[in-house]
């Protein structure tokens, strides 16, 4: 991945390909009560597409490829495959908006450091993420992805650096909780602090898509976004 200029790609215009259709839903603002009465996948940017004029708040969700995004938001809507997931690194290569009950978008990046496609492919995809970052009006908070058994890599740095100069603070889940002995998670999270070096008070959640560990305090900061800015 490159870093790119955050206004690479500005200038020019071209309208979202695809428009799935909302499911029409009532406004809802406490997404643990009501649980995802209505899902849909609204719309899919692809790299020369103009994002959309969002009408709800969106959380986004970045990280690299295979980490586990597609999962987790799977996890969140309680649904088993909505956004598409697989074991082949590389899957979700647009910016795939979720409608959450008309309420909420949830925005499912696409993964960077994919090693089997081409520099020009990564720069783009990484000028793709920095641009949403920096153009979304309605981004209100931004997950990092990383997987809790690996040092975070160059790109992960990368990603996490993009997030704070865009302003965001990001909240961290540390994916694949079912992977590691429970021994082993404090000194994983350890070393996420300390790789990316974390700003104080930088919250890490440690998350597993199977056993669904985490996923309630993800909900909570969910619902925060939700009462702020509705
Ligand atoms: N054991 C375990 N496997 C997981 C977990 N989360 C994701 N996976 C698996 O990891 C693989 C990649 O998951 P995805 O959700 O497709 O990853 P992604 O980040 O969306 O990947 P891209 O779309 O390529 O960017 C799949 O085989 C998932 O089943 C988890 O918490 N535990
Ligand atoms: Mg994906």
Redesign the pocket.
Known sequence: MQPGGPRDGQGKSFTCPIHTGAVPGVGERNLLEMIIKNVSLETVCGITSKLPDSKFPEVAFA?K???????LINALMNRKALAR???Q????QTINYYNINDAIYFVDL??YG?ARVNETVKAKWGRMIENYLHESKQLKQVFL?LDIRHAPSENDRIMYGWILENGFRPIIIA?????IKRSQQQKQLGLIRSALEVEEGTVIVP????TKQGKDKIYEILDKVLEENS
Not at 175 to 179: G, I, M, N, R
């Open positions: 990280g490829s295979n980490v586990g995004k597609s999962s997931t697989s074991s690194p590389g899957k979700t696409p993964g994919y992805l994916t694949k909780l079912d992977k998350f597993s898509a199977q």
